[in-house]
């Protein structure tokens, strides 16, 4: 069996990291604190190799610890050392910010391009509008008269079919046909497909 091999070179007296971390599993406060103080170097040497942001590594290192203390309970030792668990935890976390900070910039970058691109072009959205009024004008000359009085009563004027038959005189089958076979002309006639 391999000698354990202590970060600061010299074995520390009183209990190893299994027993302090047992210790803490069940809410010991000072076992956690001797346990707090012999692991957070290398915690914290790891976590600022990734992150490489000190005030990032010690935030991270702390959330790690904190981690630790409510997680005391689900170390399983033969799955591998006290300091090894530790340093996954520590590592995993660094890379999940080196993630997240990442995904934010992405973000931040995506939303400052789209703040650059203009939000639509005035002179053509014009330019188009007034193509289709022309279009529709050039559609509605080629209807019967009495197909155009009815439409433009209806649609340009806003009245009911049934205004548009008392306005005209007609009955209101009438009037109803009139504009359905008119709208079917103009839909042709402006190339709209169903």
């Not at 070179?9 to 302090?20: K, N, V």
């Not at 076979?181 to 042709?188: A, M």
Request: hydrophobic share 40%; proline share 4%.
């Amino acid at each position: 069996m391999k000698e354990a091999v202590h970060i600061s070179g010299i074995q520390q007296p009183g209990p190893g990291l299994p027993e302090l971390l047992a210790r803490t599993a069940r809410g010991d406060e000072q076992a956690f604190s001797s346990f707090y103080d012999a692991v957070i170097g290398p915690v914290f040497g790891l976590v600022r190799s990734v992150l490489r942001d000190p005030a990032q590594s010690e935030e991270v290192a702390q959330e790690v610890l904190i981690d630790v203390w409510r997680t005391a309970a689900r170390y399983e030792s033969e799955r591998g050392g006290v300091m090894n668990w530790v340093l996954t935890l520590a590592h995993r976390r660094a890379v999940d910010r080196v993630r997240s900070v990442q995904a934010s910039v992405e973000r931040e970058n995506r939303t400052a391009l789209l703040a650059q691109m203009p939000a639509f072009d005035e002179v053509s959205e014009e330019v188009e509008s007034r193509l289709e009024r022309e279009s529709v004008r050039r559609c509605l000359r080629t209807l019967t008269e009495l197909q155009r009085e009815s439409v433009t009563l209806a649609y340009y004027r806003g009245l009911t079919y049934r205004e548009v038959a008392e306005l005209l005189a007609l009955p209101l089958g009438t009037v109803k046909t009139r504009l359905r076979d008119g709208l079917i002309r103009l839909r042709d006639c402006l190339g709209v497909t169903v």
